[in-house]
């Protein structure tokens, strides 16, 4: 499994992932899930993926292998006027990543399961958000969600349905985003370290950080013990039960 | 969906479920998914229910019907010797509902699925807590993992994992259970109000709480409002990610 997250923000978007992959619990990898599309000052793409590595990795290449000319049906992801274009491009190669290999996968028992998050900005267009799923639909965050998780994603929800709204900052979102990944890692052995974490400011069409985050970042190190005892003070600041 | 969990503790149990479940978004109904077989100072047993309420309301109902002589394999629930023979009942209604509907439902392509917590304490016997499978077959709690879930359990994992202890009170344990309760429900529409809580004080063999919260219980507004409100301090306690 695999725990992804963005958030869009007035200030911009940030992403982050981790980067464990099994295929049963005795085959555990280490598997980067994001990838970055960028051309400074024109576009940040930045593209997270869950679910089978094998399609989400045939589904990267297929983007890049597209370079020349695009696909049958469109432009070069680089190439995509707007980020709605540019989903557009995934959702295609999704699909002939479908074509080729769903019935085979089928023949052994295996769920064509594929999803994906894109966001970033591209020149003349706003930053966007969107989420990607098996079938090469997508749908696009909004004020009222400005958030999308794929993978694991229930163990880190409540703190971000708690935490983020439109106007927080990156700084805030970035600080939520790793403790909603500690939750999941705490929770659930599929999601693991290093992390990718990527921060796109509105307006600038460059990545600011990307980051990779490894078990001796001094700040995360620094969030998942303080969180730690920062959660027990709260708890135990909370009037007591007057049942027991 | 639903969400019911239950920690054993050094000085007892406390178990909490919600009350929704839901055949598709347009059909949602309120049912109790908590049974007490009690008989004050011989036994007090807490059975929570997830699943298919068709099932596992027939399991309750097998397990009510057994009390003339008990099944044809072992004694009435009331009358199991020790909690381990208690949750053998529970596994053998589970199969004798199994042998009786899951063709039917197969062939409406719906799966026989079902979990249970049994906990509680029979005199002569220590409190112990088990979760049931659909096979009916069960495990049991012990000092390394002291707590199970059922039903929709990701989101409120998190805060258990990270506060509850065998030596946890009651009433710390009973606080951890509501705040788990409401991160579940303000995050997955499928777990809904009211609640039930009971809380079993080990050797008592007599629940000393057996509460319905509802929106207007005082204590669990608090609960909602506070909880929010101190993990937005601590979160903006926290420093300030580096990156932004």
Redesign the interface.
């Known amino acids: 499994m695999t725990y992804c997250v963005a958030t869009l923000l007035e200030e911009g978007i940030v992403f982050l992932s981790d980067s464990r992959t099994n295929a049963g619990i005795d085959n555990i990898s280490t598997f980067r899930k994001m990838t970055v599309f960028e051309r400074k000052g024109d576009r940040v793409l930045v593209l997270m993926s869950a679910g089978n590595l094998a399609i989400s990795q045939s589904v990267v290449s297929l983007l890049w292998a597209d370079r020349a000319t695009g696909d049958d049906d469109g432009p070069f992801i680089m190439d995509a006027a707007n980020l709605y274009e540019a989903a557009q491009c995934v959702g295609r190669a999704i699909r002939t990543v479908h074509t080729r290999d769903a019935a085979a996968l089928k023949e052994h028992g295996i769920d064509f399961s594929v999803s994906f998050i894109l966001g970033g900005q591209i020149r003349g267009d706003r930053p966007r958000l969107f989420q990607l799923y098996s079938a090469g639909n997508f749908i696009e965050a909004s004020a009222e969600t400005c958030y999308f998780q794929i993978g694991?994603s229930?163990?880190?929800?409540?703190?971000i349905?708690?935490?983020v709204r439109p106007e927080t900052?990156?700084?805030?979102a970035?600080?939520?985003a790793?403790?909603s990944m500690d939750?999941?890692i705490?929770?659930?052995l599929s999601v693991g370290l290093p992390l990718d974490?990527a921060?796109y400011p509105r307006d600038t069409l460059a990545l600011?950080?990307r980051?990779t985050i490894g078990a001796d970042d001094e700040?995360f190190q620094?969030?998942r013990s303080?969180?730690?005892s920062?959660?027990?003070?709260?708890?135990q600041?909370?009037?007591?039960?007057?049942?027991?």
Request: proline residues 6%; contains cysteine.
């Open positions: 694991e229930k163990y880190g929800k409540p703190i349905d708690r935490m900052t990156l700084r805030d970035a600080k939520c790793l403790i939750s999941t705490r929770s659930n974490l921060i600011t950080q980051r700040y620094m969030v303080r969180w730690g920062a959660l027990r003070s709260a708890f600041d909370l009037p007591e039960s007057p049942w027991g």
